[in-house]
């Protein structure tokens, strides 16, 4: 097929009524008919977040939309975007480099919409934990009216869409505003308020969507929402637990990297960064500087130090 990776299989066609079509995108009153789906399509029924942005993102965007995309995957949030480059790129790879899931949004038919410089990602999202979707039939080229649908889609199967770069006619903006039409979180990474490319964004922010500084304000923002599909067991599943007692285990010795922690407990290292963020999350650990992690310090030793440091500062 023209421009498909070499991965390519049949898509499948999954139309409203079919139990296997997500309940999230359902919900939306423009759900398109039917979705084509290569890939696991399992993951578009669970919890996710969508990572959008400027194509000619600076260097800085590029950097926290692949930071964003790996801490998500990390935790194993669903990662979606537009398999676009710029931000959506970068999101995609973070996932990816983490093994995590995500789901690429086409604005036209897959063997047609996939940008030639991003071949190699779309074939690396094939043959990783992810999929590529849309309700375009192969073939179907790309058009500016199709962009529009495209970014509903990706609001519609998010709990929470970042929006971590945009100017002030983004494209990324469509997707955030019909994020909100349909009851989602939009969040928003704060830009320089002199740079042109962050003036959409920061007006979102004064609009009153919630800044993201880490990948932690995203999972706290979803620690409000239950959990859907496959995810919503997760948590007790056997072993879950067992893994994050003994990363708490390996920290009550002394402070340490995940690297070392992976390392030590011969665990992936996005098992190990998914538990050291459930366990920050229950107030059972603590990152300092250098992003070592530490259990926290019992409490009368916290009302302790902080009482001398109160009584210097007296």
Not at 138 to 152: E, L, Q
Not at 159 to 170: F, G, L, N, Q, T
Request: glycine share 12%; hydrophobic share 45%; proline share 9%.
């Amino acid at each position: 097929m023209n421009g498909a990776p070499e991965v390519w299989t049949p898509a499948l066609e999954i139309p409203r009524p079919d139990p296997r079509y997500p309940e999230l995108l359902r919900a939306l009153e423009d759900a398109p008919d039917v979705v084509y789906v290569r890939g696991d399509e399992r993951l578009l029924g669970e919890t996710a977040v969508a990572v959008v942005g400027a194509r000619k993102a600076t260097g800085m965007g590029l950097e926290m939309g692949e930071r964003l995309g790996a801490g998500l995957a990390a935790a194993g949030v669903v990662v979606v975007s537009g398999c676009a480059i710029g931000i959506d790129a970068a999101a995609h790879r973070g996932a990816l480099e983490m093994g995590g899931p995500t789901v690429a949004v086409l604005a036209g038919g897959h063997d047609v919409a996939v940008p030639p410089s991003n071949r190699a990602l779309a074939t690396r999202i094939l043959r990783g934990r992810g999929c590529i979707t849309g309700e375009f039939p192969d073939g179907v080229p790309v058009a500016r009216w199709s962009f529009p649908r495209r970014n509903r889609i990706i609001a519609g199967l998010a709990r929470v869409v970042v929006v971590v770069e945009a100017a002030r006619h983004s494209g990324a903006l469509i997707t955030a505003r019909q994020a909100l039409a349909a009851g989602r979180e939009v969040m928003v990474v704060p830009g320089h308020p002199l740079q042109p490319e962050h003036a959409g964004s920061n007006e979102l922010l004064a609009d009153g969507a919630h800044p993201v500084l880490r990948v932690e304000d995203v999972l706290e923002e979803l620690e409000g929402l239950p959990r859907i599909g496959r995810d919503a067991s997760r948590a007790d599943r056997p072993g879950h637990g067992g893994v994050r007692a003994r990363v708490r285990a390996a920290l009550a010795k002394e402070p340490r990297l995940p690297e070392a922690l992976a390392l030590e407990l011969g665990l992936p290292i996005g098992a190990v960064l998914a538990s050291l963020t459930e366990l920050e999350l229950l107030g059972l650990a603590c990152a300092s500087p250098g992003q070592r992690y530490a259990l926290p310090p019992p409490p009368e030793k916290k009302a302790n130090r902080e009482g001398g440091a109160a009584k210097r500062g007296g």
